[in-house]
C-alpha cells in the first residue's frame, strides 16, 4: 500500500522524443534569458544590417531588411547551460537571401551585435537553409531580452552562436574567437558532438 497520497497532480509534461535531446541536455519549457551584458535598445529608425568583408559592403535599413523574403522555422534549440527548448517558431530572413547581395570569397563569419558580442561561425552552417537573421518569436515582435529587434537563429549549434541584437556580419578568409570562444567555448559548438568548450 503506498503511503503517499496525491492530494494534486503535478503539472503535466509532454514527454520529449529523446531522439531530439542532444546528449546532457533537458528540455524545458521556458525560456530562459542569458545575456553577457545589458540589453541594448536600438531604434529601427536608427537600426541597419550590415554584410562586410565581400568585394563591396552592403547594408540594409530596417525598412529595406523587412522588404527581403522571410521563412517561417520551427526548431529545437539547444544552450550550453543545457537546456533544450522544442519546436520553437520564427520568422526571419535566411542569411541564404542577405548573402545573395553580395559578391565574396569568405570561408569563416564573425557575427557582430550591438553591445559588442560577437560570435564566430563557419560560413558554411550559415547557408543551405540553416540560418536566419530572426526578428518574430511565437508570433510576436522579438523581444528585446532575446535578442529583438533581430537575432542570429543557428539552431543547429548551440544558442551561443545565435547572435542576439545583431548588426553584422563580417565576412572572412579564416576562423576567428568570438566572445565567448575567447572564453574557451569551442570553435564550432555542435550540441550533438557535446562540443561545449576548447578541447571537447
Ligand atoms: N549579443 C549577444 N548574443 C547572445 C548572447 C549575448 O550575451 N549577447 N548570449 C548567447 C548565449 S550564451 C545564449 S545561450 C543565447 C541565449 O538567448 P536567449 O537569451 O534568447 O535565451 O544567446 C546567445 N547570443
Ligand atoms: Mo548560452
Redesign the pocket.
Known amino acids: 500500500m503506498s503511503h503517499i497520497s496525491r492530494g494534486f497532480r503535478g503539472r503535466r509534461r509532454p514527454v520529449a522524443d529523446p531522439a531530439r535531446v542532444p546528449p546532457g541536455q533537458y528540455v524545458t519549457e521556458d525560456?530562459?534569458?542569458?545575456?553577457?551584458?545589458p540589453t541594448?535598445h536600438t531604434t529601427l529608425g536608427a537600426w541597419s544590417f550590415s554584410v562586410t568583408g565581400g568585394d563591396e559592403p552592403k547594408s540594409w535599413t530596417w525598412a529595406e531588411f523587412r522588404e527581403l523574403p522571410t521563412e517561417t522555422v520551427t526548431a529545437d534549440?539547444h544552450?550550453?547551460?543545457r537546456w533544450s527548448k522544442l519546436d520553437t517558431t520564427w520568422q526571419g530572413v535566411s542569411v541564404d537571401t542577405l548573402l545573395g547581395h553580395v559578391e565574396h570569397h569568405a570561408t569563416f563569419v564573425l557575427a557582430h551585435?550591438?553591445?559588442?558580442?560577437t560570435?564566430n561561425l563557419p560560413l558554411a552552417d550559415l547557408t543551405g537553409g540553416r540560418a536566419w537573421v530572426a526578428f518574430d518569436f511565437g508570433g510576436e515582435p522579438l523581444?528585446p531580452?532575446?535578442?529583438g529587434p533581430a537575432?542570429?537563429l543557428v539552431p543547429h549549434l548551440?544558442?551561443?552562436?545565435?547572435?542576439?541584437?545583431?548588426r553584422r556580419l563580417e565576412l572572412l578568409d579564416h576562423d576567428v574567437p568570438g566572445?565567448?570562444e575567447t572564453y574557451g567555448y569551442h570553435m564550432y559548438g555542435d550540441p550533438w558532438l557535446e562540443q561545449r568548450y576548447a578541447g571537447d
Open positions: 525560456f530562459p534569458v542569458l545575456s553577457a551584458g541594448p534549440i544552450c550550453v547551460t551585435c550591438d553591445g559588442g558580442y560570435t523581444d531580452e532575446h535578442g537575432r542570429l548551440y544558442f551561443w552562436k545565435s547572435a542576439k541584437w545583431v566572445f565567448w
